[in-house]
């Protein structure tokens, strides 16, 4: 039973974050528990349980006898967070640059490819954009910071989704992957503050999608 019920908060879990990242709940909404035991057929507990992870990881804020809130995330998140990941990814890359296998080198440079390749597919381009910053730094070869940048991502996946949602279609020529070939070709020829350099750069697009 606990298992089966550990199961179903997994599923409400994720559901209930993808509906988040793909705009049916938009940031400042009110989620219902009850809404949510009737949309899943399920029980209090692991909706509850789900909700409550969600807001244990910032996504929601529980207001008492109202609901949950999906939490807005502001421009001064996002920029916390990019700097962040600025001084986790120079950090890694200086630690490791060394050790990038030319398999390695290939590899991200079909990523770069794909992520270029996918502009008017909003989740398509997000996943091989990211696929790429952690294939990166994978060369430190410490996951533990790898785990961490990967959380910091899943962070501003719902602020990508809560920015720019809206604003994604055929015509918009997302901006956020043009260093990436600045970056690899710095890290090949050994100028790490180059490519640090440009990694900056490739954050700063961000904010300018």
């Known amino acids: 039973m606990k298992k089966e019920q550990n199961s179903l908060k997994s599923i409400v879990y994720q559901k209930t974050l993808d509906g988040i990242i793909q705009g049916e709940y938009k940031a400042g909404q ?16 692991p909706v509850r349980e789900a909700l409550i992870a969600l807001c244990n990881e910032g996504v929601l804020r529980s207001i008492p006898r109202y609901g949950y809130e999906v939490i807005r995330l502001t421009g001064r998140d996002v920029a916390e967070i990019l700097r962040y990941r600025l001084i986790l990814e120079s950090g890694l890359l200086m630690d490791g640059f060394r050790n990038i296998t030319e398999e390695q080198f290939q590899a991200l440079e079909e990523l770069d490819r794909l992520c270029n390749a996918s502009v008017d597919d909003m989740w398509e381009h997000w996943d091989y954009n990211a696929r790429f910053h952690l294939a990166l730094v ?3 070869g410490n996951t533990y910071a790898q785990n961490q940048l990967k959380k910091s991502m899943d962070i501003l996946k719902r602020a990508y989704a809560q920015f720019y949602w809206d604003k994604w279609d055929a015509r918009y020529n997302p901006v956020d992957m043009r260093h990436h070939q600045e970056i690899l070709s ?5 100028d790490i503050e180059g490519a640090v350099q440009a990694l900056d750069l ?3 697009d961000f904010t300018r999608l």
């Open 30 to 45: 009110i989620i219902n528990e009850q809404e949510l035991v009737e949309k899943f057929g399920c029980s209090k507990a």
């Open 186 to 190: 710095c890290l090949r020829s050994g």
């Open 138 to 140: 994978s060369c430190s």
């Open 202 to 204: 490739d954050f700063g």
